[in-house]
């Protein structure tokens, strides 16, 4: 059997593809970021250097990974630590947009930083008729 072919249906090797690809563009913006930045994590400025610089990792500012300017500009110098500290934070303010919170439902019924949002989206769709 010839492997060279190409088009297999083999789900793994498309996930495969896609993995490598990840890493690979993940481990172009380490590099670059390595080279724009100190070996020094922003949170806690502990410096790692040696093999210890495996575990500061690239942090998205706008947590949008394919956002990557070559300037640098969208790229913080994280340890590992730090890093999962920063996601976990941001996940649960995240959720809390998308998660309504019951025991400020009776008190805030005008005053939703979020309404703005939704008759934006409403616009959009073409759905809000008020005038
Ligand atoms: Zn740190
Ligand atoms: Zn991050």
């Known amino acids: 059997m010839n492997k060279k072919q190409g088009k ?4 793994d090797d498309f ?9 690979n563009l993940q481990k172009a ?6 080279k ?14 040696g093999k210890r610089i495996r575990e500061l990792t690239v942090h998205h500012k706008d947590h949008n990974h394919d956002n990557n300017p070559p ?3 969208n790229w913080e110098l994280l340890c590992i630590y730090c890093h999962d500290n920063e996601h976990s934070r941001n996940l649960d303010s ?11 439902d009776a008190a805030s019924s005008d005053n939703k930083p979020f ?10 769709t073409g759905n809000e008729k008020r005038s």
Do not use: H
């Open 8 to 11: 297999t249906n083999n789900t």
């Open 15 to 23: 996930i495969a593809a896609i993995r490598r690809e990840k890493a």
């Open 29 to 34: 913006y380490r590099d670059a970021a390595l």
């Open 36 to 49: 724009l930045y100190p070996p020094v994590c922003a949170r806690c400025s502990r410096e790692f250097t």
């Open 71 to 73: 300037d640098g500009s």
């Open 94 to 104: 995240q959720w809390s947009i998308f998660t309504t919170n019951e025991k400020d």
């Open 115 to 124: 309404a703005n949002l939704a008759a934006m989206l409403a616009k959009k």
